[in-house]
Each structure stands twice: as structure tokens, then as C-alpha cells.
């Protein structure tokens, strides 16, 4: 595992150090820890005076860089943590930096309702008004902002047991909308 530190600043990294580090006059400049049991982490200082935790990497010959998060919300020792769990899965052959992206770029639940209505729905269902009127009206609106990864079954089954009780074959038919939403969204 190679780390891309280079020419850049290095100094000791303390509570008190990383509060006095100045602001650049522009752009940004990365400070990396003496301390070599942490190779890669460091602290970004933005002309603004942001001050972000990070760690350099390899994975697959690329450089790589993870944002842990920001100083002084996350401390110095949670920041340590976080980059040693990271630096643990770089040597397993995972990339942090790779399934933050993923994740930050998923989709939400409106936006999978929407292309599973206009890519499959649409295309395959004579009966997408039926679909599309079913999602719209029993779902909860709050779900709409949600990533739909973070809709979890426990969800759908709360949904599914408070429409059982008020209208049990329409609980089915919910259901049954929805398995086929999230195995489209899998797909």
C-alpha cells in the first residue's frame, strides 16, 4: 500500500495544533500527521477556514482520497478511528472512498417511483395507472426524499399493516406494487 503524502506538511497533530493551523490566502492546503501508525491522515485547510479530516490512499493504483469529516464536529481521536476502520478495509481490498460516492449518489425513493413508471410500468402494464395511482396515494409522502436504500422492510411492513386495517386487499395489492418497484430498483 503506497500513500500519496509526497512534499506536503507535515506536523504534529494535536487538539490544540490543528485549532491554530492559519487559512491558506486561496485554495486549500493538506497537513499530515507526524505520527506514521496513521499514513495518509491529515487535516485540509480551506481558504474559508474549513478544516476537514482526510486520508490518502491506494487502491488498484489509483489515488485516492476520504473525506472522514469535519474538524472541530469530529474530533481528533474520532477522526484517528475512523481513519484506521478505513485504512482496515483498504487493506481488505475495499474502497471507502468508492461506497461513500455510491451512496451519496443514490437514488431516492421518488426517483426510483418515477423511472420504474416510466421504464417498466409504462412499457410492460396496461394497468400503470393503477400502479401509479396506488404509490402516490398510500405511500407516505415522506418516503419521496428518502434514499430508497434506506427504506428498509420494516417500513413496508408498517405501511402494509395499517392498510390491512382499513382495507385489507388493497394492503395486498400495495404490496405487491411495491416488491415489484424495489426488485426493479435491484435490477
Known sequence: MCYLQGAMPHLKLTDRSVRGLPAPATGQIDYFDKDRKLPGFGV?????????????????DRPRRFTLGRYPILSLA?????????????????????E?????????????????????????????REDER??????????????????????????????????????NRVLACLR?????GLQ
Open 44 to 60: 485540509r485547510v480551506t481558504a474559508a477556514g474549513t478544516k476537514s479530516w482526510l486520508l490518502l490512499y491506494r487502491q488498484s
Open 78 to 98: 474520532d477522526a484517528r478511528a475512523k481513519a484506521k476502520e478505513a485504512l482496515a478495509q483498504v487493506t481488505q481490498g475495499d474502497d471507502p472512498a468508492a
Open 100 to 128: 461513500k460516492k455510491v451512496e451519496r449518489e443514490a437514488g431516492t425513493f421518488g426517483e426510483l417511483v418515477d423511472t420504474y413508471l416510466q421504464r417498466h410500468a409504462k412499457v410492460r402494464k396496461r394497468s400503470w
Open 134 to 171: 396506488m404509490l402516490r396515494k398510500y405511500v407516505p409522502k415522506e418516503w419521496t426524499h428518502r434514499k430508497a436504500a434506506a427504506i428498509a422492510r420494516a417500513d413496508v411492513r408498517e405501511l402494509v399493516a395499517d392498510l390491512a386495517d382499513r382495507t385489507p386487499i388493497m394492503a
Open 180 to 184: 415489484k418497484l424495489f426488485n426493479f
